[in-house]
T-cell receptor
Framework: AQKITQTQPGMFVQEKEAVTLDCTYD???????LFWYKQPSSGEMIFLIY??????QNATEGRYSLNFQKARKSANLVISASQLGDSAMYFC???????????FGKGTRLHILP | NAGVTQTPKFQVLKTGQSMTLQCAQD?????MYWYRQDPGMGLRLIYY???????DKGEVPNGYNVSRLNKREFSLRLESAAPSQTSVYFC????????????FGNGTRLTVT
């Protein structure tokens, strides 16, 4: 069954440090996509980064990178040089090709400390 | 571009009342989704529609019905609201080709008393 697990309910990180948000997943589909979204306190959902199951290189988007370890079924988000504006909820999500269903993890609340 | 538009933004219902949450997208997306967000639970999929004319249950469909009225519109109906349905509801849409990201509406905050 399709499943996303985020084991860190909350994290506190000093400004300018790098931070890794954990995400593990479970699927029997060979073709799938993994996504990260940011939800600031204002409530909107912001797409950050995507990784396909057949992509050989880790995805990067500016300060965001996705550490994809297929054999371990993990897709951790790495934020380099964290900023105060990175304080938000972060959600990992997965989409399987076979049925178009997209499910989310429970999220991690990230607090960046000045 | 409006993107994904949800109405209403806020709603208060009494137990047993019914209501329909409306969602429309102007991006010509095939796939549309309804999620609910509760503290500590993340986003949970209620129903989704991979194309016009099809709907499928998600993780938490009980107590809800949906209608994919046309390619643009996907509505969520609560026939007899319960306090357990107090939540923030998000509609989202996506291309079906490849693995396109979801585009979200701004959410509806629903309180059932």
């Amino acid at each position: 069954a399709q499943k996303i697990t985020q084991t860190q309910p909350g994290m506190f990180v000093q400004e300018k440090e790098a931070v890794t948000l954990d995400c593990t997943y479970d699927t029997s589909d060979q073709s799938y996509g993994l996504f990260w979204y940011k939800q600031p306190s204002s409530g909107e959902m912001i797409f950050l980064i995507y990784q396909g199951s057949y992509d050989e290189q880790n995805a990067t988007e500016g300060r965001y990178s996705l550490n994809f370890q297929k054999a371990r079924k993990s897709a951790n988000l790495v934020i380099s040089a964290s900023q105060l504006g990175d304080s938000a909820m972060y959600f990992c999500a997965m989409r399987e090709r076979r049925d178009d269903k997209i499910i989310f993890g429970k999220g991690t609340r990230l607090h960046i400390l000045p | 571009n409006a993107g994904v538009t949800q109405t209403p933004k806020f709603q208060v219902l009494k137990t047993g009342q019914s209501m329909t949450l409306q969602c429309a997208q102007d991006m010509n997306h095939n796939s549309m989704y309804w999620y609910r967000q509760d503290p500590g639970m993340g986003l949970r999929l209620i129903y989704y529609s991979a194309s016009e004319g099809t709907t499928d249950k998600g993780e938490v469909p009980n107590g809800y019905n949906v209608s994919r009225l046309n390619k643009r519109e996907f509505s969520l109906r609560l026939e007899s609201a319960a306090p357990s349905q107090t939540s923030v509801y998000f509609c989202a849409s996506s291309e079906t080709r490849g693995f396109s990201p979801l585009h979200f509406g701004n959410g509806t905050r629903l309180t059932v008393t």
